[in-house]
């Protein structure tokens, strides 16, 4: 509930400073859950710890608020509100009050950046050109990818897609088509969407980690009701949405799937 409170006060604040308006009193006001995502921050060190649902439930408002305050962070039309008035370093400042690290990583994974622009280039491997808002990790839980623009291969990362493709697991954005389990629920249940939980331990990332299909054992050949083979479906899942295949995007349902793969630097 303090997430989902913050959540409607960022939505109907009308002012020009909603670090010190709002989110220092919130911070003030409700350092028990600050303490709880301490807690969660401590679990995961070499396994995947368990979570109820009432605990992604939480996880899930908290991703929703700062999805809102990396708004601002954003150019488009995708939106017909622009986000909270808030800086960089002030948003850093929150996530970092909340116990979660911020990050700006120099070399680009999907584990740990959202393509927001992308510049074709006849490099092989992608590069950062520039952070649009950090990333942040709850210990060694992925809480919010980066944003950021790249410059990359059209056989890397197509442009029209890697950055135009609906971006799943996604509440708002202004750039391009999202979609996450919320939509279409009243405004209680949408509430009881389960966060989904990508983690990297050691030299190991796991992706969606409470779906229940393992993409691991599906066979290569095996298409799934939407026409996905196995690699289209990692490719998803990974990025959260098409990088590179040429396919309808807008009605997919990539929320069971799950996926272990190494930690391999672009």
Request: proline share 6%.
């Amino acid at each position: 509930m303090p997430m989902r409170m913050l959540h409607d006060l960022l939505l109907g604040y009308k002012g020009e400073n909603c670090y010190v308006e709002i989110l220092m009193p919130w911070l003030k006001e409700n350092q028990s859950e600050v303490g709880w995502l301490c807690s969660l921050s401590q679990r995961a060190v070499t396994s995947i710890p368990k979570a109820t649902d009432e605990e992604l439930w939480r996880l899930y408002a908290l991703s929703r608020v700062l999805e809102l305050l990396a708004l601002h962070f954003q150019k488009g039309d995708g939106t017909d509100w622009p986000g909270p008035e808030i800086s960089r370093q002030q948003f850093d400042l929150f996530a970092e009050s909340l116990g979660i690290r911020v990050e700006y990583l120099a070399n680009y994974h999907p584990f740990s950046h959202e393509v927001v622009e992308l510049i074709p280039i006849s490099n092989r491997f992608p590069q950062i050109i520039q952070h649009h808002w950090a990333g942040l990790m709850l210990g060694n839980m992925r809480m919010l990818r980066a944003g950021v623009t790249l410059s990359a291969s059209p056989t890397v990362l197509r442009p029209g897609i890697a950055d135009s493709s609906t971006l799943y697991w996604a509440y708002r954005r202004k750039n391009r088509p999202y979609q996450d389990l919320s939509q279409g629920w009243g405004s209680n249940s949408s509430w009881r969407t389960r966060f989904r939980r990508d983690y990297k331990i050691e030299n190991t990332l796991y992706f969606n980690v409470d779906g229940t299909e393992d993409l691991m054992l599906i066979p290569p050949e095996l298409l799934d009701d939407a026409g996905l083979n196995k690699e289209e479906r990692v490719e998803l899942l990974v990025n959260r949405s098409f990088v590179i295949t040429d396919k309808a995007h807008d009605d997919l349902w990539p929320y069971d799937d799950k996926f272990i793969c190494p930690f391999l630097p672009e």
